[in-house]
């Protein structure tokens, strides 16, 4: 994860950087994609973030009832 940067004087209230951290290394399913092609992720239940897709990683979908 790249550091987290605010313009000078800003705190982060909304616990921004500790959302993100949460987040590393977890499965996610994409919720869709704004009109610049980031994509939308929902990682807690009242929590929309969007994430440049390069800042991602692609994860093998897992089949139900195969073996």
Same mark, same amino acid.
Do not use: I
């Given at each position: 994860?790249?550091?987290?940067?605010?313009?000078?004087g800003?705190? &982060? /209230?909304? #616990?921004?950087?500790? +959302?993100?951290?949460?987040? @590393?290394?977890? *499965?996610?399913?994409v919720r869709? %994609? &704004? /009109?610049? #092609?980031?994509?939308? +992720?929902?990682?807690?239940? @009242?929590?929309? *973030?969007?994430?440049?897709?390069? %800042?991602? /990683?692609?994860?093998?979908?897992?089949?139900?009832?195969?073996?």
């Amino acid at each position: 994860m790249s550091p987290v940067t605010f313009a000078p004087g800003v705190k &982060d /209230k909304l #616990g921004t950087e500790k +959302l993100f951290k949460s987040m @590393l290394g977890k *499965v996610y399913t994409v919720r869709g %994609f &704004d /009109k610049y #092609g980031n994509v939308e +992720l929902a990682p807690k239940r @009242l929590n929309t *973030v969007w994430v440049e897709p390069e %800042f991602l /990683k692609l994860a093998a979908s897992q089949r139900r009832g195969t073996k």
